[in-house]
């Protein structure tokens, strides 16, 4: 089985209301790519990729007028991909959806949703991801109440062989500094910001830790905006969002190669999964923010994970027309995992 996740930056843009492909030559919202070609650019690379399943962050808005299934299911259906169903949780209002697309001829999806509904006091409790989280964030004696922005998308997944597994897909993100004008207000809102990212890690790993106790097949993935030595607010809160979300124990610790190989190491040569243009600099910046993480059963079945960098993988680089639809579909790129499922 190859599952995938991936950030298609701006994914929303390229449909109308109803649902239908913006084919045309209008520019997108990724800078200098027209919609027809930013939706060639990906269509080329799920080909490519051909997955059984593919988790989707920044997919089609979801509200009362769009629907994500709809505007997925059509782009599937346009490009002849296999994948041709999908899945949404708890939409949220940032026109940034967590979507699972998948292929119905391999796997049966539902939305599973774990832990207790909440009111607005919240639960201290991991409570279902569409409620409220009470947490000390800054050890003041007094609980903060903790939200996401964008809800974890819960999938039980059952192979045609009747193997079960739990995925997990997530869009972790701090917010960014709007509105502070100086270096103190910008460094406060990052810090407040910062710490509200990582009380939703804490609460992610309080669902990942009771699926591990229960002894659930379990895979974490999807972007976490961080990561080992993302930024110099790591120093000061100890650990980022994804070694909490990995946890200590090693019995009950999640496993991502790339996330092993950036924390064994403070310099020198490190994977990523995205390309940033920095305007000021005049220069591209990479960084590892997207990760599959398994739990220590799937890990002995010998996975396989590959990061679709089209300047670091050999097979992507050395396909001309793969290269460009990778640079051109998104700021991120795919990671995959093959694993032998048991039967």
Not at 13 to 42: H, N, P
Not at 71 to 92: H, I, M, Q
Request: charged share 25%; aromatic share 8%; glycine share 8%.
């Amino acid at each position: 089985m190859r599952l995938a996740t991936w950030n298609i930056e701006w994914f929303n843009s390229l449909f109308d209301d109803d649902g239908a492909l913006l084919d045309d030559m209008e520019w997108s919202s990724r800078k200098g790519v027209t919609r027809g070609a930013q939706l060639a650019a990906i269509g080329t690379v799920m080909r490519a990729m051909d997955v059984d399943a593919l988790m989707i962050n920044e997919a089609p808005d979801h509200n009362g007028r769009r629907s994500t299934a709809v505007a997925l299911e059509r782009f599937a259906a346009a490009y002849g991909l296999r994948t041709s169903r999908a899945l949404v949780g708890f939409t949220n209002d940032t026109q940034q959806e967590i979507a699972l697309l998948y292929d119905p001829r391999v796997m049966d999806v539902v939305h599973d949703p774990q832990g207790e509904t909440t009111g607005k006091r919240g639960s201290s409790d991991a409570p279902r991801f569409d409620g409220v989280f009470r947490i000390d964030l800054d050890i003041d004696a007094a609980e903060d109440l903790v939200r996401f922005s964008k809800p974890p998308l819960e999938v039980l997944l059952t192979t045609r062989a009747g193997a079960r597994l739990r995925l997990i897909g997530v869009h972790l993100k701090s917010k960014a500094p709007h509105g502070a004008s100086t270096p103190a207000d910008i460094m406060r809102v990052a810090i407040a910001s910062r710490r509200k990212q990582l009380a939703q890690a804490v609460w992610l790993r309080a669902r990942v830790l009771a699926h591990l106790e229960a002894g659930d097949a379990l895979i974490v993935m999807g972007d976490f905006n961080d990561g080992p030595g993302l930024d110099e607010y790591e120093g000061l809160f100890g650990r980022s969002s994804v070694e909490v979300v990995l946890g200590e124990c090693e019995a009950l610790r999640l496993f991502d190669p790339h996330a092993r190989s950036a924390l064994g190491q403070k310099i020198g040569a490190m994977h990523s999964t995205s390309r940033f243009y920095l305007g000021h600099e005049g220069r591209y910046m990479q960084a590892l923010l997207d990760y599959i993480m398994v739990s220590p059963d799937l890990l002995a079945l010998g996975p396989k994970w590959c990061i679709w960098h089209p300047f670091d993988d050999p097979d992507c680089y050395g396909d001309d027309t793969l290269r460009g639809a990778l640079l051109t579909a998104s700021d991120h790129f795919p990671v995959t995992l093959d694993i032998q499922m048991p039967s």
